[in-house]
């Protein structure tokens, strides 16, 4: 099984963390380098610094044992969505902006691949993990609107990567398709 985390900042690295005991490749595709003010809500450490977000997570997985893990460190678009997509399984948004959630829902959808969002809201209220055929994005107050800097979010952070860890899990091992509202004093299931 093939599963691309398609962003891997502060949500996609902390899911695909939790998801190192699947008998699966994971994917990482981002195009972004790591910085050092990441280091605070991302799972980086500090020898990453400067080096791609995709290429840093699969050197940090492929230390521990078992773990097969793949890098594409390169933005999707429309161009190369297909051929970085094709050959997944399942398909993990981890986008922080509207386009490039839009562009994978419409690969998903016409390739027919299964996909699931994990989102923050902008102010930090609230996450969400939704599949694809339940989802609608946001439209953003500002365009690349940052909500994982800082470190104010981290425990909502953790707590909706670890939420999106389980719902690829379980789709991994059962197949299912769970849906979850995720704040700080709740997890709430919304739909299977």
Do not use: Y
């Not at 490749?25 to 809500?41: C, G, M, P, Q, W």
């Not at 490039?100 to 102010?123: C, E, I, N, Y």
């Not at 940052?146 to 939420?163: D, F, K, R, S, Y």
Request: aromatic share 6%; with cysteine; proline share 3%.
């Amino acid at each position: 099984m093939r599963i691309l985390f398609c962003g891997v900042g502060a949500i996609g690295s902390t899911a695909a963390v939790l998801c190192r005991n699947l008998e699966a490749t994971l994917v990482f595709i981002d195009f972004d380098r790591v910085e050092s003010k990441n280091l605070l809500a991302q799972a980086f450490v500090k020898p990453s610094v400067g080096k791609n977000k995709a290429e840093a997570l699969k050197l940090q997985l492929l230390n521990l044992h078992g773990v097969k893990a793949e890098a594409f460190g390169v933005r999707v678009t429309r161009d190369n969505v297909a051929a970085l997509c094709a050959n997944a399984d399942l398909l993990v948004d981890c986008f922080d902006n509207q386009a490039s959630r839009l562009l994978l829902s419409d690969f998903a959808r016409t390739a027919g691949k299964p996909l699931v969002h994990g989102a923050l809201a902008a102010d930090g209220t609230f996450g969400l993990v939704r599949w694809d055929e339940r989802f609608v994005p946001d439209a953003e107050d500002t365009a690349g609107q940052a909500t994982c800097e800082g470190g104010a979010h981290l425990p909502l952070i953790g707590q909706l990567g670890a939420t999106l860890a389980r719902v690829v899990q379980d789709f991994v091992k059962h197949g299912t398709r769970r849906d979850a509202m995720v704040s700080l004093v709740a997890v709430t299931p919304t739909a299977s």
